[in-house]
């Protein structure tokens, strides 16, 4: 099971930081990744980040310049953090594994709701 | 606009057929294994095939995926009042170096 945890609200141009609390699995499995996935309301879901336990990222695109993905394998979680945050970052944000090779997504975290506002 | 081309909705009768398409490109689709997920708003997507035609334990056999070039498609047989929600696809994008999901489909039971 996955359980994500951080600020339900965060000030504009302040950053993000959540965490994903990894039970029941291994994180230092080499059958996974391990990723955050986030959907802004009306929106589609859109991935964010993923690491593997060797510590190897991987970083959307149109964020990897604000985004940081980590992870602590003593502790079975790892975290996102999405700096300059504005408005248009509010959204639920899931925590998910990745299975290897299929890079399918499974499962995923209830999710968190993120709020940006001053 | 996503890489990945899916209809807004979709609608049939319980216990009739839908499916779903999901469009791509040679470095999406064409190029990597296909999975889809059926959401709500506000909860957790559940993984309902992998590796384009593969569905997980407890998945029922309603569900079928397939995929064909650059363009897989999601089949839910049997429709049930249970199986109104969203369904995204998603894939590696090799091009994007990016996983990247579709428009959900909103599927519903008329």
């Known amino acids: 099971q996955l359980h994500e945890s951080g600020p339900g609200l965060v000030r504009p141009s302040d950053t993000l930081s959540l965490t994903c609390n990894v039970s029941?699995?291994?994180?230092?499995?080499?059958?996974?990744?391990w990723a955050w996935v986030r959907q802004a309301p009306g929106r589609r879901l859109e991935w964010l980040a993923s690491?593997?336990?060797?510590?190897?990222?991987y970083y959307s695109p149109s964020l990897k310049n604000r985004l940081t993905i980590s992870a602590d394998v003593a502790e079975n979680l790892f975290s996102l953090s999405l700096s300059s945050v504005t408005a248009a970052d509010t959204a639920l944000y899931h925590c998910?594994?990745?299975?290897?090779?299929?890079?399918?997504?499974?499962?995923w975290g209830q999710g968190i709701l993120v709020t940006v506002s001053s | 606009q996503s890489v990945l081309t899916q209809p807004p909705s979709v609608s049939a009768a319980p216990g009739e057929k839908v499916t779903i398409s999901c469009s791509g490109s040679s470095s999406n689709i064409g190029d990597n294994r296909v999975s889809w997920y059926q959401h709500l708003p506000g909860t957790a997507p559940k993984l309902l095939i992998y590796d384009n035609d593969k569905r997980p334990s407890g998945i029922p056999d309603r569900f079928s995926g397939s995929k064909s070039g650059t363009s897989a498609t999601l089949g839910i047989n049997g429709l049930q009042a249970g199986d109104e929600a969203d369904y995204s696809c998603g894939t590696w994008d090799s091009s994007l170096s990016g996983y990247v999901f579709g428009d959900a489909t909103k599927v519903t039971v008329l």
């Open positions: 998910v594994r990745v299975v290897r090779p299929y890079n399918c997504f499974d499962p």
């Open positions: 029941g699995d291994s994180f230092s499995s080499g059958s996974y990744y």
């Open positions: 690491i593997y336990y060797t510590g190897k990222t």
